[in-house]
């Protein structure tokens, strides 16, 4: 039963998220696919070098970093990524964290830098522009605003270096190592904290 003064959605299942991950996978990658086709977009390369996962793992840990300490600073942050990840983390067991990490790196990282920043021009505009609608995609309402700003953050990470290297294997690497490790993390700290409550 509903609780009507409860404002807050009802938490949703782990076969929900699953499914909602990766239908929003399949769309994203489709929207990227169609828009590459109709604009006659040429896809940002994917350099299969040790160097790019090197670089991808280098933006991964700088991104990973960044976010602990804006975690423990910013308590708007900190309780904005708390209600998105308690509602994207919690239902998951410990091997869906592998589809958290797969899924949004390679359909997100295909459409917001592979297609959308040449789209846009393969410039330091484009990044702004691709890393605010990437941002707007992280919005789950308007009290998430500080998750938003920092999906945005990530978003002109993950693009300036697809910019600098020209290889969108970093990106995908720093984003599939980030939610990954990230979310890790969140479960494993949620984990102990209600064990030891």
């Known amino acids: 039963m509903t609780n009507h003064n409860n404002l807050e959605t009802e938490p949703l299942t782990r ?16 929207v990227a696919k ?7 977009i040429a896809l940002v390369e ?14 991964a840990g700088g991104i990973i970093a960044a976010s602990s300490i804006i975690y423990r600073l910013w308590p ?21 964290i592998i589809w958290l990490g797969l899924l949004p790196g390679l359909s997100e990282e295909l459409l917001f ?18 890393s605010l609608l990437f ?5 789950s309402g308007l009290q998430q605003w500080p998750y938003g700003v920092w999906a945005t953050i990530v978003g002109f990470a993950l693009g300036y270096s697809a910019l600098v290297t020209g290889n969108l294997l970093v990106p995908i690497v720093a984003h599939i190592i980030t939610n990954l490790i990230s979310s890790s993390l969140w479960k494993a700290g949620k984990s102990v904290g209600m064990s030891s409550s």
């Not at 998220?17 to 489709?30: E, N, R, S």
């Not at 169609?34 to 006659?40: N, P, V």
């Open 34 to 40: 169609l828009w590459q086709k109709l604009g006659s």
């Open 76 to 96: 708007e942050y900190r309780r904005s990524a708390d209600a998105y990840l308690e509602l994207v983390i919690k239902p998951l067991i410990w091997p869906d």
């Open 135 to 139: 941002g707007v995609l992280h919005l």
């Open 46 to 59: 994917v350099q299969l070098t040790g160097k790019g996962f090197l670089l991808g793992i280098a933006v």
């Open 15 to 30: 076969t929900q998220i699953l499914v909602v991950m990766g239908v929003t996978a399949v769309l994203l990658l489709a």
């Open 113 to 130: 830098r592979g297609v959308m920043l040449p789209a846009l021009g393969f410039d330091l505009t484009a990044v702004i522009l691709s």
